[in-house]
């Protein structure tokens, strides 16, 4: 299902990641239309099961995790626009969970939210379609109440990568970076210190860093690129809290894409952040001289309050090594400079504005609770939503279901349009986000995607609904 062989032949060492492919027995054998699939849709089933595993995450030791079929980070899913999706999700953990298809536009009852838990034993079939238009990096991860920064620590998420048949990129070698880290004990199993210990009280404020980085798992790890090559990285940010400032050694990227796909063109950046749950899809130029090597790094960043700042926070981290191979450079392929078109939503349609205040635990005031309705939208309603972050911590705000676009940022107009699920609201700033509830009534979670503080009840319910009551 890898639709690039380079990227199969490539020298990140992709061992703990596999694709959808060696989950679907034979995807020809589901082109047959069943029942609820449109007659031409693909049909895409395979099975997840989260269950606890022992594996080793850093070398010599074992950790007990939970896992998606035995995996950290869990199985990639490989899907194409249009593709009708089935999931036979089986909970073998000793706890409620859910899947959770972060970033997707599908039916309120399949978003794997809080609402929907799974009981421990128990089963789910999560199904969907894919849309046209919805081609980009998204990931999956539990989000059962109170309790995905635990299960997302212990090793449950993954990435789904969607592809359109018409990328514009689809001769460009592609690698998948999920970035994530953890925090150990000696002997290797994972350090979770009890919420009103010394560190459990600065994971709580900070949300829970490690100083264990990993790339697809591994520590470190290294891609091979041939001087004069053009590699598409989408990485995915599946950490808690920390925040990534990317900077690739000598090296600038071209973004082409962020959380729900291509930009319309390519913007040149020499470094990139990525808050927690947000996607990019970057071009590296192999500029370098065969033989040479560059490093990823994540550059300081001062997310924090100045009471639980970590001690190091301002060392930069290596991520990973591009290695480049010995052979003579090739010849550089020509970039689209057009990748798609992105329609501006309508401000002149937009009929409710509100306003979403993220102070520290805490949206507009109140925790998160289960049974309260927080906002009303109409079905079809063109909104514009202006976030404000009235506290000295960075707070990255994610909006369940519905793709959105951001308008400004205090006050300044976004330069390029972009669909995003995700955006992160620096200290005392504020973010005005439009966004069109087309479809999928039902309720929907918003929250700060620091994932302590989203257990902890910095969350809210959007209810969708034909009447907007
Ligand atoms: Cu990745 Cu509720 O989110
Ligand atoms: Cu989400
Ligand atoms: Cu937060």
Redesign the pocket.
């Given at each position: 299902m890898f639709s690039h062989p380079q990227s199969l032949a490539s020298k990140l060492r992709l061992a703990k990641l596999t694709s959808l492919s060696a989950l679907v027995a034979s995807s020809a054998a589901f082109v047959v239309a069943s029942g609820h699939a449109r007659p031409t849709a693909r049909v895409v089933e395979l099975t997840l099961t989260a269950a606890p595993s022992r594996l080793s995450l850093v070398p010599g030791e074992s950790t007990d995790v939970f896992a998606y079929n035995g995996q950290v980070p869990g199985p990639t899913l490989e899907f194409r626009e249009g593709d009708h999706v089935v999931i036979h999700f089986h909970n073998d953990l000793p706890e409620a969970t859910t899947i959770?298809w972060?970033g997707l536009h599908i039916p309120a009852a399949m978003d794997g939210?809080p609402l929907e838990p799974v009981k421990p034993g128990g089963t789910f079939d999560y199904i969907f379609d894919v849309l046209p238009g919805s081609a980009g990096t998204y990931?999956y991860?539990p989000?059962p109440d109170r309790d995905?920064g635990y299960q997302v620590a212990k090793g449950l998420y993954g990435a789904i990568i969607i592809r359109a048949a018409g990328d514009p990129l689809a001769a460009i070698p592609e690698k998948l970076l999920v970035l994530s880290d953890n925090r150990f004990l000696p002997g290797g199993n994972l350090d979770l210190p009890p919420p009103d210990s010394p560190q459990g009280e600065i994971d709580e404020e900070n949300g829970r860093e490690g100083p264990v980085l990993f790339v697809n798992g591994q520590i470190m790890p290294t891609i091979s690129i041939r001087s004069g090559e053009v590699q598409r990285w989408r990485v995915v940010n599946a950490s808690a809290a920390r925040e990534y400032r990317l900077a690739l050694t000598g090296h600038e990227f071209l973004q082409v894409g962020t959380d729900g796909g291509l930009f319309e063109r390519p913007v040149p950046v020499s470094e990139m952040m990525l808050a927690p749950?947000e996607r990019v899809e970057l071009l590296v130029r192999a500029t370098g001289a065969p033989g040479s090597r560059a490093v990823l790094r994540t550059m300081p960043y001062d997310r924090y309050v100045p009471q639980t700042r970590p001690a190091d926070w301002n060392v930069p981290r290596d991520l990973l090594t591009l290695q480049y191979t010995g052979e003579a450079p090739v010849e550089p392929v020509v970039l689209p400079t057009r990748l798609r078109a992105i329609p501006a939503l309508d401000t002149t349609k937009v009929t409710v504005r509100r306003v979403i205040v993220l102070s520290q635990g805490l949206i507009n005031g109140r925790m998160m609770d289960m049974h309260r309705v927080d906002e009303h939208a109409r079905l079809g309603a063109t909104e514009i939503w202006q976030i404000e972050n009235v506290v000295g911590m960075d707070h990255p705000f994610?909006l369940?279901g519905f793709q959105f676009q951001v308008l400004d940022r205090n006050g300044v107009p976004e330069p390029f349009r972009a669909w995003k699920d995700m955006v992160n609201v620096p200290k005392h700033e504020r973010v005005r986000i439009i966004v069109r509830f087309d479809d999928y009534p039902g309720k929907w979670?918003y929250?700060c995607?620091i994932l302590t503080h989203?257990d902890h009840g910095m969350m809210g319910i959007l209810a969708v609904t034909p009447t907007g009551r």
């Open positions: 959770h972060h939210s990931w991860h989000h995905a749950g994610h369940h979670m929250h995607h989203e």
